[in-house]
């Protein structure tokens, strides 16, 4: 079964930073496109980032130039790096792979930016 478990989340002050985790089990790591997804309260799910099997990055407007995505095969690990944190960035983070048309979540950690 593939399985994502995210972490790292919590409280950070304006302009400070985080980093989340996801480890992922249950499929061939690094031979899919994965991405973080990301929800506030109230509004739609907002697409973040995306790492594709050959490394390509991809990032939201508004997330470019302070987060930065990238993987560890050996750990099987999905990683977001957040610097530059601002208030809007709160929200549940949610990692994702697409594996063979089907889209698997893991469960989400809550990032909350505020002083």
């Known amino acids: 079964d593939v399985q994502l478990q995210a972490s790292g989340g919590g409280l950070v002050q304006p302009g400070g930073s985080l980093r989340l985790s996801c480890a992922a089990s249950?499929?061939?790591?690094?031979?899919?496109?994965m991405s973080w997804v990301r929800q506030a309260p109230g509004k739609a799910p907002e697409w973040v980032s995306t790492i594709d099997s050959d490394a390509d990055t991809y990032y939201s407007d508004s997330v470019k130039g302070r987060f930065t995505i990238s993987t560890d095969n050996a750990k099987r690990t999905l990683y977001l790096q957040m610097n530059s944190l601002k208030p809007e960035d709160t929200a549940v983070y949610y990692c994702?792979?697409?594996?063979?048309?089907?889209?698997?979540w893991g469960q989400g950690t809550q990032v909350t930016v505020s002083s």
């Open positions: 994702n792979v697409l594996r063979i048309g089907t889209n698997y």
């Open positions: 249950g499929f061939g790591f690094g031979n899919y496109k």
